[in-house]
Structures are given as structure tokens and as C-alpha cells.
């Protein structure tokens, strides 16, 4: 069965320093999103990406964050100068079509924990 | 403002014993309510997904129900298990120009022995 796989599965970092996480969606799905989990909180929606350029950012996506699709299987979020509030659990999804549409269910990977020291 | 709130926050049960998950959404425009499923230190699962027309959804021992006129859903979980320990998340998705999806804080159910 098909899955989303994300690397690394755990990150520590130093304050200040440059992360990239990684991610390979589902290989005939269209649609990547990027999600963060604090510790004991609720997922919250960072970026959706479609057809190579961001559709939907949220206000947490800001300018530390980026996204990229370096080639027709990856999908990577960095984090240029990472911070303490960094600290949480990333996950990629992706879908078929747009997320919340009926037909178009998300699959998420099973996350990189960062932890920002 | 979009909102999804979930009650319990957590929960305890007797594994075989039946419990049932809330939840209220401030969403609109409505598109679809899904209920995932996510293991500690997981990603979440889909367990079922409605839309505004459909009132009740089942997936095995998981049964969902919606009503769209109070913006309630439940999530029914029959038998437990011990797997079934997890937190159980409620998503709605609006389409306003684009989907947005909102994720509630979560149940985090537990099944004892």
C-alpha cells in the first residue's frame, strides 16, 4: 500500500541553525501539505503546495519557512533560522486533489520530531 | 471564526465496553467532517469522512454521525480494544475560494485492561 515517508524521523538542532526536513508523498498524488504538532497541542496547518508554487499559507508559515519539490518525488520544508517554539512534530500529507474536497483524502507521514536546542 | 471543539479531553474505558467521542464545529461554508485516528508519536489516520448530506458512516467497530442543522458530530467506537488507545482527532474542511481544513484539539482515549 502506498504511504508517505518522511526523513529524518528525529532532528535536534541549535537555536539559530538551518533544518531541512524531508518528505516523499504518495506518487500519483498532486497535493503536499506541510502540518506541525507541538508536544500535547493540536496539529496545526502550515503550507499546502500545488502544481510548484504554495496555494494556502498559514500565519505561522512565515518567512523562516519555505518549501520546495527539488524533484518529482521529494517535498522538503526548511526552516532557515530555527528557534525554541520550533520544537515540534512536522508532518507531510499529501492527496489526489485538493484537501477537504470529498473524493480527496489526505495521507500523512509519520512525522520528524525537531527538537530546537 | 472556524472552530472545532472536542469533548472529552480524555477518557478512560474497559477494554469491550462502548464509548462515544463529541464534536462541535463553528465551520462554514461546511465542505466535509472527517475523523482521523493518530497513534502517540504518529501520523493521524483517516477513519471516516461525511459530507453535508450524510448522517452516519461506518468503519468497522467506528461509526460517525452528523448533523449538519446543530454542527455535531460523534464518533461511536464499539467493543474497545487495547489498540484502540489514541487520541481521536476531528477535522472540518470549509471551501472559501479554497479548502481549509481545521483540526480540533483531539480525545485522548484510553482502554484498560
Known amino acids: 500500500e502506498p504511504e508517505v515517508t518522511q526523513t529524518p524521523s528525529h532532528q535536534v538542532t541549535q537555536m539559530g541553525q538551518e533544518v531541512i526536513l524531508r518528505c516523499v508523498p504518495i506518487?500519483?498524488?498532486?497535493?503536499f501539505y506541510w502540518y506541525r504538532q507541538i508536544l500535547g497541542q493540536k496539529v496545526e496547518f502550515l503550507v499546502s503546495f500545488y502544481n510548484n508554487e504554495i496555494s494556502e499559507k498559514s500565519e505561522i508559515f512565515d518567512d523562516q519557512f519555505s518549501v520546495e519539490r527539488p524533484d518529482g518525488s521529494n517535498f522538503t520544508l526548511k526552516i532557515r533560522s530555527t528557534k525554541l517554539e520550533d520544537s515540534a512534530m512536522y508532518f507531510c500529507?499529501?492527496?489526489?486533489?485538493?484537501?477537504?474536497?470529498?473524493?480527496?483524502?489526505?495521507?500523512f507521514g509519520p512525522g520528524t520530531r525537531l527538537t530546537v536546542l | 471564526k472556524n472552530q472545532v471543539e472536542q469533548s472529552p479531553q480524555s477518557l478512560i474505558i474497559l477494554e469491550g465496553k462502548n464509548c462515544t467521542l463529541q464534536c462541535n464545529y463553528t465551520v462554514s461554508p461546511f465542505s466535509n467532517l472527517r475523523w482521523y485516528k493518530q497513534d502517540t508519536g504518529r501520523g493521524p489516520v483517516s477513519l471516516t469522512i461525511?459530507?453535508?448530506?450524510?448522517n452516519t458512516k461506518s468503519n468497522g467497530r467506528y461509526t460517525a454521525t452528523l448533523d449538519a442543522d446543530t454542527k455535531q458530530s460523534s464518533l461511536h467506537i464499539t467493543a474497545s480494544q487495547l489498540s484502540d488507545s489514541a487520541s481521536y482527532i476531528c477535522?472540518?474542511?470549509?471551501?472559501?475560494?479554497?479548502?481549509?481544513?481545521?483540526f480540533g484539539a483531539g480525545t485522548r482515549l484510553f482502554v484498560k485492561a
Open positions: 477535522v472540518v474542511s470549509a471551501y472559501t475560494g479554497g479548502f481549509k481544513t481545521i
Open positions: 500529507a499529501s492527496s489526489g486533489g485538493p484537501a477537504g474536497k470529498f473524493s480527496d483524502e489526505q495521507f
Open positions: 461525511m459530507t453535508f448530506s450524510e
Open positions: 506518487s500519483n498524488h498532486l497535493y
